[in-house]
């Protein structure tokens, strides 16, 4: 007999895209890793038709949200804007999840991050799909990690106005994907996991979230389609070249695709002074290739640098950003802990 679960913690680790951002939302290839650190949601069946959010150690101010049964706000303790989108992705996942599961249950839940929230980590897609696994589970739904990748890109779709499955698949497998979203079959392949990449992270605030940021790549695409168009394509290129260096574990030759996946980044007009900043301090401090992670407008970049990670990190610090080590892990989205009344 199956227990009837009425609390469940589901995780869902962060990302970093290692190649191939922004152009992977125009069809080209991607290749991104999950990062060991996770977001954890708890949704805990509640007795009315109320869903409230306690989004709390996101490393910014917390708030508590309530809605109603309506799906209209009754209260909000405070309006931290990064907050406020994490929690959009939340109320966006129950949606999708009560409509394919056809559940309507009032719920509790409960987020915490060990990351930075909207840094260009993945966040939204970790929250994402860490909710939907979470609330599917205390409806007595068991979806597998391929129905909640499908429909965390689908949070993203609908809260962004425009994503690849890049995000929400690696939160939902885990460790190195090569996404190709042209492909209808085998567009997910696996990357050497187990492929020890020595990565430093820089973070800085971030000056707008990802929406905005595809909408500026999109609106400079519509004034100079032909350029943009190549500089999509040139990228493209340079994950297929990437996805060989990897598989050879040719690390010097990943590091210098790093650099030109940048260089192609900032033509598009998403990185920032303080992103190029902490970028070349780490080039200069040994890293064999540096670049912006994610969507851009300040956030995450990413350095690797076997045997260099403390002088990276120390560069970093000195541009201005925070840094920490980070390892790929091969864990995507899990159940925690079940309980049941
Ligand atoms: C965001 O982490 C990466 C982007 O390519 C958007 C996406 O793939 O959905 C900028």
Redesign the pocket.
Known sequence: MMIKLTKVTASAPG?V?LF??????YGYP?M?GAIDRRVYVSVEERSDDLIKIHAMDLSVPGIVLTIGGTGKDVAVETDYRRIMDAVGYVRKAIEVTSNICDLKKGVTVHIRSEMPVGA?L?TS?AVSVATIMAYSAVGGHALNSEEVSALGHRV?LEV?G??????SAVAAHGGILLIRPMLREASLTPVKAELGLPLVVGYTPRECG?GE??RR?RNLRDAAPESVDSILCSIGKVVSEADSAMRSGDLRRVGMLMNVNHGLLESLG?STKKINEMVYSARSAGALGSKL????GGGCMISLCPDREAEVMTAISVAGGTAFISSISSRGVCIEKGESI
């Open positions: 990302k895209a191939g951002e922004h152009a992977v939302v991607a991104a260009g993945g897609a993203e962004q425009a994503a690849s499955p890049m995000d990802t940021m595809l790549v998403v992670t994610g969507a851009g």
